[in-house]
């Protein structure tokens, strides 16, 4: 199978190749625009440098609140703490807060005085409406208003199109993405009072969709969408929006936990369509949903979150963060997410579907062959 890594190299030599040319043919035909692309080009790629490593102005956390999502596990759980430690006021949502969840309970026992809990389920209305009553109470002194807004909270749902059920298509976006909507409608008041953020959590997936995760990777795309337009309304305000796109992080979250995937699998073959399970057949399905955790909990997905806290914690406290931080875990993930959402598809849907057509084939298929 070819890989989105060799065709990366592949189109890289091409292309340096081409450009070398063209540079040589300059040299030798037309002096002038070679050294006048030439120095483009260095200066382009010298501008580059600088901006990247030329020290980055970030605003003091001290009397400033920030309202997260998704905080009893994870990246939130991880973002409360790190904010926490730098002075912030942290509001940590949990779905959990008021149950007893084990993440609500850590975060109130390791972190200051200045963070608080909220139970939050962002598909509840009555909770959502709640959480920004809690917050206006409990503001810092002198504050005007919450100074940043972090959207986390977040569900998987793997399986083919045919195996999803539309209840949990809706549970899905309901989460991911009208969850996202209504957090921050509910809190933009406040943060358009405060010329504060909104951060939003996305994912790789959102650039790129993958076989058997249509219902989690459309509903990061549509918050993309969502993020893009509310950065464009937000603007005239002084409000800025800032997209993560973590890569391959799942073993650093409880998203995919065994106990939690073994139930996504049970709730597949349980409300299947008769007819959809006799053409795909129960081993193409215990293949195939075994082909997906393997790929969750392969070597490529890191364990360790801090990069993504790390970009987070950039669109939080940066006077001037990026509209977007793609976080890959390794080199090869952030190329498999560039080259597989802009480049031709005809050049990456084998690279793509290649590992998942291998192997196993639904009973109707093996019948027809």
Same mark, same amino acid.
């Given at each position: 199978?070819?890989?989105?890594?060799?065709?990366?190299?592949?189109?890289?030599?091409?292309?340096?190749?081409?450009?070398?040319?063209?540079?040589?043919?300059l040299?030798?035909?037309?002096?002038?625009?070679y050294?006048?692309?030439?120095?483009?080009?260095?200066?382009?790629?010298?501008?580059?440098?600088?901006?990247?490593?030329?020290?980055?102005?970030?605003?003091?956390?001290?009397?400033?609140?920030?309202?997260i999502?998704?905080?009893?596990?994870?990246f939130?759980?991880?973002?409360?703490?790190?904010?926490?430690?730098?002075?912030?006021?942290?509001?940590?949502?949990?779905?959990?807060?008021?149950?007893?969840?084990?993440?609500?309970?850590?975060?109130?026992?390791?972190?200051?005085?200045?963070?608080?809990t909220?139970?939050?389920?962002?598909?509840?209305?009555?909770?959502?409406?709640?959480?920004?009553?809690?917050?206006k109470?409990?503001?810092?002194?002198?504050?005007?208003?919450?100074?940043?807004?972090?959207?986390?909270?977040?569900?998987?749902?793997?399986?083919?199109?045919?195996?999803?059920?539309?209840?949990?298509y809706?549970?899905?976006?309901?989460?991911?993405?009208?969850?996202s !909507?209504?957090?921050?409608?509910?809190?933009?008041?406040?943060?358009?009072?405060?010329?504060?953020?909104?951060?939003?959590?996305?994912?790789?997936?959102?650039?790129?969709a993958?076989p058997?995760?249509?219902?989690?990777?459309?509903?990061?795309?549509?918050?993309?969408?969502?993020?893009?337009?509310?950065?464009?309304?937000?603007?005239?305000?002084?409000?800025?929006?800032?997209?993560?796109?973590?890569?391959?992080?799942?073993?650093?979250?409880?998203?995919?936990?065994?106990?939690?995937?073994?139930?996504? !699998?049970?709730?597949?073959?349980?409300?299947?369509?008769?007819?959809?399970?006799?053409?795909?057949?129960?081993?193409?399905?215990?293949?195939?949903?075994?082909?997906?955790?393997?790929?969750?909990?392969?070597?490529?997905?890191?364990?360790?979150?801090?990069?993504?806290?790390?970009?987070?914690?950039?669109?939080?406290?940066?006077?001037?963060?990026?509209?977007?931080?793609?976080?890959?875990?390794?080199?090869?993930?952030?190329?498999?997410?560039?080259w597989?959402?802009?480049?031709?598809?005809?050049?990456?849907?084998?690279?793509?579907?290649?590992?998942?057509?291998?192997?196993?084939m639904?009973?109707?298929?093996?019948?027809?062959?």
């Amino acid at each position: 199978m070819v890989k989105p890594l060799h065709l990366f190299y592949t189109a890289s030599l091409a292309g340096f190749t081409a450009v070398s040319g063209l540079l040589l043919l300059l040299y030798h035909c037309v002096p002038v625009l070679y050294y006048l692309c030439t120095g483009i080009l260095l200066g382009s790629v010298g501008y580059g440098v600088v901006l990247y490593w030329a020290p980055k102005s970030r605003v003091d956390g001290n009397g400033k609140a920030v309202f997260i999502t998704g905080c009893d596990s994870g990246f939130g759980f991880l973002l409360a703490k790190r904010l926490d430690s730098l002075g912030f006021t942290v509001f940590a949502g949990c779905l959990l807060a008021d149950s007893g969840g084990e993440g609500a309970k850590k975060l109130r026992a390791e972190c200051s005085s200045r963070l608080s809990t909220v139970q939050i389920d962002v598909t509840d209305d009555g909770q959502v409406q709640a959480a920004v009553q809690q917050v206006k109470d409990r503001l810092p002194t002198g504050s005007n208003g919450l100074y940043a807004l972090v959207n986390n909270a977040g569900v998987a749902q793997p399986g083919e199109v045919e195996w999803v059920s539309l209840a949990a298509y809706r549970r899905v976006m309901e989460v991911n993405t009208f969850g996202s !909507v209504r957090v921050t409608k509910a809190f933009l008041p406040l943060i358009r009072r405060a010329k504060g953020r909104v951060v939003n959590t996305s994912s790789g997936s959102g650039i790129h969709a993958h076989p058997a995760m249509s219902a989690y990777c459309m509903t990061k795309a549509a918050l993309e969408s969502f993020s893009d337009a509310l950065r464009h309304e937000m603007h005239k305000w002084g409000v800025q929006v800032v997209i993560v796109e973590p890569g391959r992080f799942a073993k650093a979250t409880d998203i995919v936990l065994p106990e939690i995937y073994n139930r996504h !699998v049970e709730n597949l073959r349980d409300n299947m369509e008769e007819v959809v399970k006799e053409d795909y057949g129960l081993e193409y399905f215990n293949f195939r949903m075994g082909q997906i955790e393997a790929g969750h909990s392969d070597s490529s997905h890191a364990k360790d979150a801090t990069a993504v806290i790390d970009a987070m914690v950039d669109g939080v406290t940066l006077t001037t963060p990026a509209h977007r931080y793609l976080v890959g875990a390794n080199f090869e993930n952030y190329v498999n997410v560039i080259w597989l959402a802009y480049f031709p598809s005809p050049w990456t849907d084998s690279a793509e579907r290649g590992g998942n057509e291998d192997g196993v084939m639904p009973a109707m298929l093996t019948k027809i062959n």
